[in-house]
T-cell receptor
Framework: RKEVEQDPGPFNVPEGATVAFNCTYS??????FFWYRQDCRKEPKLLMS???SGNEDGRFTAQLNRASQYISLLIRDSKLSDSATYLC????????????FGTGTSLTVIP | DGGITQSPKYLFRKEGQNVTLSCEQN?????MYWYRQDPGQGLRLIYY???????QKGDIAEGYSVSREKKESFPLTVTSAQKNPTAFYLC??????????????FGPGTRLTVT
């Protein structure tokens, strides 16, 4: 079973739409949670860490549900520049601080 | 500017040759990591190091070797024993931030093509 699972998409949404991605993780010992953004043929870049109480950064809102072991990312008012692959990442502290990556969800924002 | 550098950006090698990928960071991070990414797949951990002179195998270490002689450097050697070395290789480093959580930062990657 994969440590982190995401719907690969693709999600094709019009500009201005709201889109949500979900991600599930299998290990209840997971300590830290993140969303990364990866553009085509580029390195992943940290979008936001996900805190237990949920957190917001501009148009982006991340939520964590430890009981159900899932993480979500909500993007409001989508921009063309939001088109990318979004990676869900968890860190397990009991394995020497290893990070586990989902395969990513592809988003295309259409004019 | 603080960051992670990887060189070269593109690398071409003949089958049977060993090749070493460079990774340097000036973020003063203790932990460093090597991943490979294949088309349509997620990142897979090759090796990681939490401290100088120490490193551990990740999920796909066979055919690879690393060293960690300095805090800022974590080179990866792709040996001829690696069956499918053509991939996008990403180096990362991490450290705790504000005592709350670790965040991992990536270099720009090296695309290795072996023919």
């Amino acid at each position: 079973r994969k440590e982190v699972e995401q719907d690969p998409g693709p999600f094709n949404v019009p500009e201005g739409a709201t889109v949500a991605f979900n991600c599930t993780y299998s290990n209840s010992a997971s300590q830290s949670f993140f969303w990364y953004r990866q553009d085509c043929r580029k390195e992943p870049k940290l979008l936001m860490s996900v805190y237990s109480s949920g957190n917001e950064d501009g148009r982006f809102t991340a939520q964590l549900n430890r009981a159900s072991q899932y993480i979500s990312l909500l993007i409001r008012d989508s921009k063309l520049s939001d088109s990318a692959t979004y990676l869900c990442v968890v860190r397990l502290s009991n394995t020497g601080n290893q990070f586990y990556f989902g395969t990513g969800t592809s988003l295309t924002v259409i004019p | 500017d603080g960051g992670i550098t990887q060189s070269p950006k593109y690398l071409f090698r003949k089958e049977g040759q060993n090749v070493t990928l460079s990774c340097e960071q000036n973020l003063n991070h203790d932990a460093m990591y090597w991943y490979r990414q294949d088309p349509g797949q997620g990142l897979r951990l090759i090796y990681y190091s939490q401290i100088v002179n120490d490193f551990q195998k990740g999920d796909i270490a066979e055919g690879y070797s690393v060293s960690r002689e300095k805090k800022e450097s974590f080179p990866l050697t792709v040996t001829s024993a690696q069956k499918n070395p053509t991939a996008f290789y990403l180096c990362a480093s991490s450290a705790p931030r504000s005592g709350r959580t670790y965040e991992q930062y990536f270099g720009p990657g090296t695309r290795l093509t072996v023919t």
